[in-house]
């Protein structure tokens, strides 16, 4: 029986709510599988929390963490209580930071049982890999000169290393799968990042002849998601690129609440953490409304870490199970509350 | 009779086709109502002319454009010829700096007789304003180091001046409308220049009390503008946010090849250039395919910005008589080429 140690990092609002769902459900899969356990160490960690302790996590958190296989995370940010930068540059983006999580896995997909807006969207089935740790989000930067001659100056740093890190992992994942590269640029307008980028897709690209690349600036790209999404297989994006991509590819599966990602450490040398694409959403949370979807399919990708693959399937499979049969939460059409959703998926995979 | 003297800048591809089409409309549309006449100079500085001369535009180009009321503009860019960075920083962005085109507007509505790709679009019309002059398309930056060390670093400049004068017309152009403003940004994850994008919106919204204005992150708005696009009415975004949402914006609408824009000098102390959002599509240059509404509309966003706004409703109903009567290009499901679709406008335009 192989016992795999977890940190559940719940968060704030609905994350408490899907943290618990997605638990629920791992237990009964591994439980009904045998072999594997997860056990869970819970932390408290969130906007509350810093209410109490004014800041995010404690001092000695990432030691802690340190000690997990990976880490399930929620959601960070209830702006009513804490300032966004504040919370989520206090826990979310520190941990992608410090733990070196290079790269954020997210998949796009069109599922059983759930409307996309598309009025035509055939079957797309496509992962963006996202870089995690540097580009334009970053602390770098400043103000100068106040009332109207006020200016203030914001620096992306792109490193060659972090940026063959996601690239190599991109093609790598575009071999595995259908050797089609999409690579998200902007070079037109912004003239030192991204012709940096195209540079470095240019010299990776050497090493994987049999990956057909192709580079697409954001503005059309984006487009793209919602005229041709079924002609993607793996693209590649900048942290501010793949987050506004991301969130597309979640509205054309459908809803937000059911996008799952990976954040991976690539040399294994700190745990990765998984979290859904979604937030907080304090508006439904305590409601019992959430769609535990997203948590869910983020533990699918957890168990495929773990090189649990036919589990992560039978979980997924599950999934859909329950969205083809009308299960479902008011976000993607439904009437049912987060229970009723966990309890479905948990009896389709016991089936 | 006024004479308005307009500057002609076709550029690349069908950038050529489409402003000869919309010429055509224009002075039909003049001859028919009477009063006013729109006397077009045509420049060639384009990719071809780039590789003749060793540069976009001559030396003297931005003062012999200054003489002109306005400038029509086609499209930018032949990768095949020139690096994209070279011909539009050499033109079409060059033009946007040096002519203090500060507000980029650019309308997305749902168009009688196109199809949008989202299932259920309901009606929607709005108009995203974008900053057009500064901003995370910018000059400043560079790199540091060779090899795996390699580091590049882009600034993206905000001033206030640039960011009060693009929410101050934004916020007026919400008082006309609507009264319901959205703000993009980014706070959460950029951390310098967003959260004074933020600041700015906050201040410059105390001189507009009856407008109801709100921020949204761009990832999620450009999720929305997929999942709820009826619920906006203007939207006022950074140079690279408002070009990302304006992509998107085209693609809700059916096709980028419809997409009008204007950019807007807001002393009038220099020409305004009226563009349509999309480019020089080399793919289907020169084969009479493109299509030309992009840029009639475009010619009624002039004719607005010259307070002929009677005219150019009679501009954009010609549009839709046409859309709705099925004479459409490829793009947008028909058959028609780029020249019957520009006589069946003018027809419209004399019955
Ligand atoms: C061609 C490119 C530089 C330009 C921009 O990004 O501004 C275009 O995409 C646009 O939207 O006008
Ligand atoms: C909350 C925010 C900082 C975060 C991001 O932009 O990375 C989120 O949008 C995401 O996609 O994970």
Chains 1, 2 share one sequence.
């Not at 439980?31 to 404690?58: I, K, L, Q, R």
């Not at 996601?166 to 595995?176: C, D, G, I, S």
């Not at 990976?262 to 745990?271: F, H, K, Q």
Request: some cysteine.
């Amino acid at each position: 029986m192989r016992k795999i140690e977890l940190a559940a990092l719940p968060g704030d609002g609905v994350g408490i709510e899907v943290v618990e769902s997605a638990k629920d459900v791992l237990h009964t899969l591994a439980d009904a599988h045998g072999g594997v356990e997860f056990s869970f160490t819970t932390f408290p960690w969130s906007c509350d929390y810093y209410v109490e302790h004014g800041e995010m996590m404690p001092k000695d958190a990432m030691n802690t963490l340190k000690q997990f296989e990976a880490l399930f995370l929620g959601a960070v940010g209830n702006p009513a209580l804490v300032p966004d930068h504040i919370s989520l540059w206090g826990m979310l983006i520190k941990i992608r930071r410090e733990f070196e999580l290079s790269v954020n896995v997210r998949p796009a997909k069109r599922m059983k049982g759930i409307a996309s807006p598309l009025a035509n969207p055939k079957d797309f089935d496509f992962v963006v890999v996202r870089e995690n740790s540097e580009g334009e989000y970053s602390e770098v930067g400043g103000r100068i000169h106040q009332g109207e001659n006020e200016v203030a100056i914001q620096n992306a740093v792109f490193t060659r290393r972090a940026t063959e890190k996601v690239l190599r992992y991109a093609f790598q994942l575009a071999e595995k799968r259908n050797s089609r590269l999409v690579s998200a640029t902007k070079s037109n307008g912004i003239v030192h990042s991204m012709p940096f980028w195209d540079e470095v897709t240019k010299a990776v690209a050497t090493e994987y002849p049999h990956v057909n690349v192709q580079s697409n600036h954001i503005d059309a790209l984006a487009a793209f998601f919602v005229t041709k999404p079924s002609e993607f297989d793996v693209v590649v994006a900048s942290n501010l690129f793949g987050d506004i991509l991301t969130d597309v590819g979640s509205a054309i599966m459908g809803s937000i609440g059911i996008a799952p990602s990976a954040n991976i450490n690539l040399e294994g040398r700190y745990p990765s953490m998984f979290e859904p694409v979604h937030g907080s959403a304090p508006d439904i949370a305590g409601k019992g409304l959430a769609n535990p979807i997203g948590q869910i399919w983020t533990a699918k990708m957890m168990l495929d870490h773990f090189g649990y693959d036919e589990l992560g399937q039978t979980l997924l499979d599950a999934i859909e199970d329950v969205t083809e049969s009308g299960i479902k939460t008011r976000d993607i059409g439904g009437t049912s509350t987060t229970k009723e959703v966990t309890e479905a998926i948990k009896s389709s995979i016991l089936q």
